[in-house]
């Protein structure tokens, strides 16, 4: 059965810390692993790794996929209260999009 | 604002009733993706249309269905409702099949 797991299922750090966030899928046909970061509403896009494009940065926040282990992390430096949110992973196997229960972060001033 | 619209925002209706719920797609974006977030599931993938088509299906309940209309909209409808299936409903697009997606602020359904 295809799923989608993520770790820790919640978190709390203070400003300045740096996160990792976890993800481990188990899929067939695996084509796409996306990152989304959800506050009070609608989930926002961060990064698409595919198997071409494995690791993405953009400002403090960073990912990498790991083929071999199934899994991509999702890193976030010198944290701000700014981004506390539920971060959501998502694989697309090609005809199916599957999405992990997220990791809730809590940065505290 | 991600540019994709859903309405309305918030319903309550009772069980056996029959809602319908509506999407605009970002102005562009062929693709269509309808979802369902519970507090106890997290976000289930329903159903994806592209260009008029249904492209891939997921956990979707025969009670539901969905199009996807000639100028790119979208309905979901949801059918003999029962206290289960509160819940926020997502629509979602994407330029094109797969890749990156752009969420509406969700349609928050309470089944009293």
């Known amino acids: 059965e295809d799923k989608v797991v993520q770790s820790p299922l919640s978190l709390v750090v203070h400003e300045g810390d740096t996160v990792t966030l976890n993800c481990s899928y188990e899929?067939?046909?695996?084509?796409?692993l996306l990152w989304y970061k959800q506050e009070k509403k609608a989930p926002t896009f961060l990064f698409m790794l595919t198997s071409s494009g494995i690791e993405k940065k953009s400002g403090r926040l960073s990912s990498i996929l790991d083929k071999k282990e199934l899994s991509s992390i999702l890193n976030i430096t010198a944290t701000q209260t700014g981004d506390s949110a539920i971060y959501l992973c998502a694989v697309e196997p090609g005809n199916q999009f599957y999405f992990g229960t997220g990791t809730s972060l809590t940065v505290i001033p | 604002d991600s540019g994709v619209t859903q309405t309305p925002k918030h319903l309550i209706t009772a069980t056996g009733q029959r809602v319908t719920l509506r999407c605009s797609p970002r102005?562009?974006?062929?693709?269509v993706y309808w979802y369902q977030q519970s507090l106890d599931q997290g976000l289930q993938f329903l159903i994806q249309?592209?260009?008029?088509?249904?492209?891939a299906k997921g956990n979707i309940l025969e009670r539901f269905s969905a199009q996807q209309f000639p100028d790119l909209h979208s309905e979901l409808n949801l059918s003999s409702l029962e206290l289960g299936d509160s819940a926020l409903y997502f629509c979602?697009?994407?330029?094109?099949?797969?890749?990156?997606?752009?969420f509406g602020d969700g349609t928050r359904l309470s089944i009293l």
């Open positions: 102005s562009g974006d062929l693709s």
């Open positions: 899929v067939t046909n695996f084509r796409s």
């Open positions: 249309y592209y260009n008029g088509e249904e492209r």
């Open positions: 979602a697009s994407s330029a094109q099949s797969g890749g990156p997606q752009h």
